[in-house]
């Protein structure tokens, strides 16, 4: 396929490279991602009466978390063509290398975990016994679990969004060859997208927009998400429709993409899909109700 029929981009992928330090574009629009999206469930939050204190908190464990499970799904589905070579690179988050499956999945565990154990007795009645010295234990006025979850939900979706336009920047999840007049070319030579195949690059050919499909899915799946967080009932069934629509959507939109390692017939992300679309779809089948929509600030969590 030739460039001038196609889309070519020649940006550096890197914005800064010194030493064993290297920042992308990809790395530097995911922490613009991640502060969008704690910045809105923040403002919805506080808006619907939850604690600002108590949301701060939970996304600190949840961004913790989602890191450390970003950071394990990727380097489990490439361990053997990139990290068994020089195990230390694991820790390298800095030049890329995360998968959106564990960062939500990680993310939603530690924030889960966190709002269990905060306001636990065996934790308040350690704290008495061992730590009184550092203050009294008192419980946090945490939200529901259920209803901060509705509320990531859309903002998880706009901060996917921005996340995938580094993806697209950088060249990164190589799709399969396309004479679409939308294919895209990377010319630059640091850019996955132009490195030889044999070095897990996509060999420099017009390929799909695959990321760029995710992208343009996660807005239009935003349209019917924003709608239903105030009309899905009970609180957490918002969440679990977007659970259920994105990783149908991803499901398919992986068939695009050139993995390196494939399961079977499925990738990785395909195979978290599917157990999540297992999980999701029961569950808004037997609890999922529509019930007029509530103005915010009119219910507790």
Not at 19 to 42: E, I, K, N, R
Request: aromatic residues 12%; contains cysteine; glycine residues 10%.
């Amino acid at each position: 396929m030739s460039v001038l029929s196609s889309i070519a981009i020649g940006i550096n992928p890197n914005i800064l490279d010194f030493g064993p330090f290297l920042l992308s574009w990809h790395g530097f629009l995911t922490f613009v991602a991640v502060a969008t999206a704690v910045f809105l469930t923040y403002r919805w939050g506080t808006r619907e009466g939850m604690d600002p204190d108590a949301i701060l908190s939970v996304a600190v464990w949840g961004i913790i978390a989602g890191i450390v499970g970003a950071r394990v799904f990727h380097v489990a589905d490439f361990w053997g063509p990139i990290y068994s070579h020089n195990p230390i690179s694991v820790f390298y988050v800095w030049q890329g290398g995360i998968a959106i499956y564990g960062a939500i999945i990680g993310g939603f565990i530690g924030c889960v975990t966190y709002m269990v154990i905060r306001n636990s007795d065996w934790l308040l009645n350690l704290w008495r016994k061992r730590l009184g010295f550092l203050g009294e234990a008192q419980k946090a006025p945490l939200p529901g679990i259920g209803h901060l979850a509705d509320l990531t939900a859309p903002a998880l979706l706009i901060a996917m969004a921005i996340g995938r336009i580094g993806d697209i920047i950088n060249g990164e999840h190589c799709a399969l060859a396309t004479r679409l007049p939308w294919g895209l070319v990377y010319t630059h030579p640091d850019s996955p997208g132009n490195w030889a195949i044999s070095l897990g690059g996509c060999g420099g050919f017009a390929s799909h927009p695959a990321v760029l499909y995710e992208l343009l899915f996660d807005l239009a799946l935003l349209l019917v998400i924003w709608p239903m967080r105030h009309r899905l009932r009970p609180q957490g069934m918002t969440f679990a429709l977007y659970g259920a629509l994105y990783s149908t959507g991803r499901f398919f939109i992986s068939f695009l993409r050139v993995e390196s390692n494939n399961y079977w017939i499925f990738n990785e992300a395909q195979i978290v899909a599917l157990a999540v679309v297992i999980i999701t779809i029961p569950l808004l089948v037997y609890k999922a109700q529509l019930v007029r929509a509530v103005r915010p600030g009119r219910e507790r969590s």
